[in-house]
């Protein structure tokens, strides 16, 4: 049984950095891929961030040059290092797992998200 559990959320200003953890277990983390997806009230999920098991990332436009993907396979863990927040980027981020290495498909187990809220 996959679990995710995300970690790192709270309450910032615009233009501050918060960084978000996704430890997961129940499987060989290293050979899956990953996602960052947030949810934001009255809107549907969206695609944050995209890290396949070789490394390769993709980002959403609006958070390019923003934030940034990574994964440490030692420790079966994936982060979110997102800096120059915004108000716009307030939601709920959840953690993803894919059942392939890379992302070319839809994610298969979810974590339980962490809020985010940037205030103005």
């Known amino acids: 049984q996959v679990q995710l559990a995300e970690s790192g959320g709270g309450l910032v200003q615009a233009g501050d950095s918060l960084r978000l953890s996704c430890a997961a277990s129940?499987?060989?983390?290293?050979?899956?891929?990953m996602a960052w997806y947030r949810q934001a009230p009255g809107k549907q999920r969206e695609l944050v961030a995209q890290?396949?098991?070789?490394?390769?990332?993709n980002y959403a436009d609006s958070v390019k040059g923003r934030f940034t993907i990574s994964r440490d396979n030692a420790k079966n863990t994936m982060s979110l290092q997102m800096n120059s927040l915004k108000p716009e980027d307030t939601a709920v981020y959840y953690c993803?797992?894919?059942?392939?290495?890379?992302?070319?498909?839809?994610?298969?187990?979810w974590g339980q998200g962490t809020q985010v809220t940037v205030s103005s």
């Open positions: 129940g499987r060989t983390f290293s050979a899956y891929a």
């Open positions: 890290i396949a098991s070789g490394g390769n990332r």
């Open positions: 993803a797992a894919y059942n392939t290495g890379s992302y070319y498909s839809h994610p298969y187990y």
